[in-house]
């Protein structure tokens, strides 16, 4: 356990499905983040959250809908997702403004769009 | 275009070696660099963080350097073993610590 949980492990849904992926971190760090990992490729930001202000979006379709309604709290709302949304999807944490530090990461969501 | 470039074939060598991986990067002045460890199926583990100024870092049998120069770390890990055994992932930070980017990373495989 990295002081990172991310729900569920494993997700299955249909284009037409809404479902949320559900990040808790309990490091006291004052930022999450969203990454995308697909096969051969590399992490790709999705979306930050800054003392619970999202400063970072990275051009991502609006199919994706992020929430931090805490800082140890981040939630991913999806809807009318296309097969290429298949992946493992990331959250990680980190404490920002005391120098430079790692980021822990989560286990990931697996993530089937069929 | 910024980019992270790190070796996408496998590495493998004997246990008891060093393996050493590189981490390339262009049109990019990151102020930090790190490296993490990824295991299938699971998230990035963090491992080591080197800063602009700094030459190399140790921890254990890891050791980072970074040439701000040449624009490339290495990482390396002396005395391998197969539980090492996994990919490797470099990231640039460019200050702020809040936009952290990730190369493809490199598998490693020790065999015993």
């Known amino acids: 356990e990295t002081g990172v949980t991310q729900t569920p492990r494993h997700l299955v849904m249909g284009m037409t499905n809404k479902k949320s992926l559900k990040c808790e971190q309990h490091?006291?760090?004052?930022?999450m983040y969203w990454y995308k990992q697909s096969a051969k490729k590399p992490l790709e930001l999705m979306f930050v959250?800054?003392?619970?202000?999202?400063?970072e979006n990275n051009s991502v379709p609006s199919r994706f809908s992020p929430e931090c309604p805490n800082s140890s709290h981040l939630f991913l709302h999806l809807h009318t997702l296309q097969p290429e949304d298949s992946a493992l999807y990331l959250c990680?944490?980190?404490?920002?403004?005391?120098?430079?530090?790692?980021?822990?990461f989560g286990s990931g969501t697996r993530l089937t769009v069929v | 275009s910024q980019k992270i470039e790190q070796n996408s074939e496998a590495l493998n060598i004997q246990e008891g070696k060093t393996a050493t991986l590189t981490c390339n990067y262009t049109?990019?002045?990151?102020?930090?660099l790190q490296w993490y460890r990824q295991d299938p199926g699971r998230g990035p583990v963090f491992l080591l963080l080197?800063?602009?100024?700094?030459k190399e870092k140790r921890k254990e049998r890891l050791k980072v350097t970074f040439d701000t120069t040449l624009k490339q770390s290495l990482f390396h890990i002396t005395a391998s073993q197969p539980a090492d055994s996994a990919t490797y992932l470099c990231?640039?930070?460019?200050?702020?610590?809040?936009?952290?980017?990730f190369g493809t990373g490199t598998r490693l495989a020790v065999r015993p």
């Open positions: 049109n990019y002045s990151p102020a930090y």
């Open positions: 959250y800054n003392f619970k202000e999202q400063t």
């Open positions: 990231a640039l930070d460019p200050s702020s610590g809040d936009k952290l980017t």
């Open positions: 490091l006291g760090h004052n930022a």
């Open positions: 990680a944490s980190s404490q920002l403004g005391q120098g430079a530090n790692g980021y822990t």
């Open positions: 080197i800063r602009e100024n700094e």
